[in-house]
């Protein structure tokens, strides 16, 4: 599995795959494909011996794109590579890192309902249903404004529990704890008041991080200021940016 760094929807950008680390000595590729799955567009992509290149552009900010690489080689082995391409505005001024996996957010949750991995083991029905859950609850999530970039499978449910979350660190806890607060019952379990306000806090943070601010234009009955003159003194408010009304200065 391989992460490529983050680029805002807008970009244009080159990303490349260097096989060397995989190839033997003296081995080259014969053929290497990239292959889109969800949320962006390869514009191009070239091969020599060791490396692909290609050329992304487009995209969905606040959701992560998805790709596919077949690697053959001249020696006759083949390789294949997932690859995650978060996609995030360039707005956000400040990177956060994204490290965690699904299981790791489950396995949480878990913990959360008094299930740690140290003396539960989660069976195949049971990671089955909190990825589930899990799907269910980032769709919730994103209905709500709270957009993390989470890697969505082509269906809920269809995860694997290694593939990366793809959301941002700070947002473990929350999405852990509001995970926890929809599986507990189901594992006839209870969380308490601290759990469910930590759990509380953990949704402030996610919303605070994605809260977008509304651009709002100026009433016209901002005063100007007493730096603005001659205006200020006999038209002393914020006219329209558009207003082509603008009166006459009496001097």
Same mark, same amino acid.
């Not at 391989?2 to 970009?11: L, N, P, R, S, Y």
């Given at each position: ?38 949320? +962006? ?16 552009? =487009? =995209? ?8 596919? +690489? ?9 390789? /294949? /590579? ?6 995030? *505005?360039?707005? @956000? ?17 878990? /913990?959360? @309902? ?13 990671? +089955? *249903? ?41 947002? !473990? ?24 306000? =930590? ?10 991080? *994605? ?13 100007? =200021? ?11 408010? !914020?006219?329209?940016?558009? @207003? @082509?009304?603008?009166?006459? *200065?009496?001097?």
């Amino acid at each position: 599995m391989i992460v490529w760094q983050a680029k805002d929807a807008a970009d244009v950008r080159p990303y490349g795959i260097n096989w060397k680390p995989m190839l033997a000595d003296g081995d080259t590729l014969a053929t290497a494909t990239l292959t889109l799955v969800v949320g +962006a567009v390869i514009d191009s992509q070239t091969n020599d011996d060791t490396t692909t290149m290609a050329v992304i552009s =487009g =995209g969905v900010n606040g959701r992560s794109a998805k790709f596919t +690489a077949l690697l053959t080689t001249t020696d006759g082995f083949t390789f /294949e /590579e997932t690859i995650y391409l978060p996609i995030i *505005s360039s707005a @956000c001024s400040t990177y956060m890192p994204s490290t965690a996996t699904k299981r790791d957010l489950f396995e949480m949750a878990f /913990e959360e @309902c008094g299930l740690p991995g140290y003396s539960f083991t989660a069976q195949p029905n049971e990671i +089955a *249903s909190a990825l589930r859950r899990l799907d269910a609850t980032m769709r919730e999530l994103e209905v709500q404004g709270v957009k993390l970039g989470y890697n969505f499978p082509a269906e809920v449910g269809a995860s694997d529990p290694d593939d990366p979350a793809l959301i941002p660190d700070y947002a !473990i806890n929350g999405v852990a704890g509001q995970l926890a607060l929809r599986i507990a019952p189901g594992l006839g379990k209870a969380l308490s008041p601290e759990q469910k306000r =930590g759990a509380s806090l953990g949704m402030v943070a996610m919303q605070a991080a *994605s809260k977008v601010v509304p651009q709002v234009r100026l009433p016209r009955t901002t005063p100007k =200021g007493s730096g603005n003159q001659p205006y200020a003194t006999w038209y002393p408010y !914020i006219a329209d940016a558009n @207003c @082509c009304a603008w009166p006459k *200065s009496p001097f």
